[in-house]
């Protein structure tokens, strides 16, 4: 499926062991790779990776990636937050992000990216509740029959764009789960000023192999580097 996508970089989730990692790397030549055991976010690049670092706010379930492609002027950040549907779990959400955005603050002004799993929806988009098991259903209805949008919405206050949005104003985009898509979990976010940069950006569910690889299709962005 990543050779198929023909990325130059891949931002991982789950990617707890490295060994699963370095195989990945090998299989489809993006050479420069990392991962760490306990960590759910890792990476794969085919440009040279200058620094990466993993960076875990107070209150945070997962570690952020910070990944520097030097030779593209390029940051990118990888997360993956925390899951389950409801308003507790979204302030969860929210605190994970404004803590990511405070820690790269010294980072905003030059070209970035933050992408991954935000397990949040976006402000005005539907929830489809029908494909949800009967737990997240229940969980749902105990937090008033919707799930508040403060996560993304964080991220807009924050002056950044939605990728998919930037192209796709009508289109919803979902890209979980696999077997049954009705949700969408997944973003790319550059700030604003940048938003000419975004090139293309689809759910990438081609080949078959992806309904397979993943519980989520991968989110296949084109940024311009200048």
């Known amino acids: 499926m990543i050779r198929?996508?023909?990325p130059d970089v891949v931002m991982l989730q789950e990617a707890s062991?490295?060994?699963?990692?370095r195989r990945l790397s090998e299989a489809t030549g993006l050479h420069e790779w990392g991962a760490r055991i306990g960590h759910s976010t890792g990476y794969l690049s085919r440009h040279a990776v200058t620094s990466h670092a993993w960076h875990h706010p107070r209150g945070s379930r997962h570690a952020f990636l910070e990944v520097e492609l030097g030779d593209v002027g390029c940051r990118l950040f990888g997360l993956h937050l925390n899951a389950w549907f409801s308003k507790w779990s979204e302030m969860?959400?929210?605190r994970e992000i404004r803590a990511?955005?405070?820690g790269i603050r010294a980072h905003q002004d030059g070209f970035h990216a933050i992408a991954g799993d935000f397990n949040a929806l976006a402000p005005g988009e539907r929830l489809e509740v029908r494909g949800f098991p009967r737990w997240i259903r229940a969980m749902i209805w105990?937090?008033?029959r919707d799930i508040a949008r403060d996560t993304i919405q964080t991220m807009l206050d924050g002056?950044?764009?939605d990728a998919w949005r930037t192209l796709h104003a009508g289109e919803p985009g979902y890209s979980f789960p696999t077997w049954e898509p009705h949700v969408r979990l997944d973003y790319l976010f550059t700030p604003g000023r940048y938003q000419a940069r975004i090139g293309r950006c689809e759910v990438f569910a081609a080949p078959a192999?992806?309904?397979t690889a993943s519980d989520h299709f991968p989110l296949l962005v084109e940024l311009a580097t200048a």
């Not at 062991?17 to 990692?21: L, R």
């Open 4 to 6: 198929a996508a023909d």
């Open 100 to 102: 990511l955005l405070d």
């Open 142 to 144: 105990l937090s008033g």
């Open 209 to 211: 192999e992806a309904r």
């Open 17 to 21: 062991d490295p060994t699963v990692v």
């Open 92 to 94: 969860r959400r929210t």
């Open 159 to 161: 002056g950044y764009v």
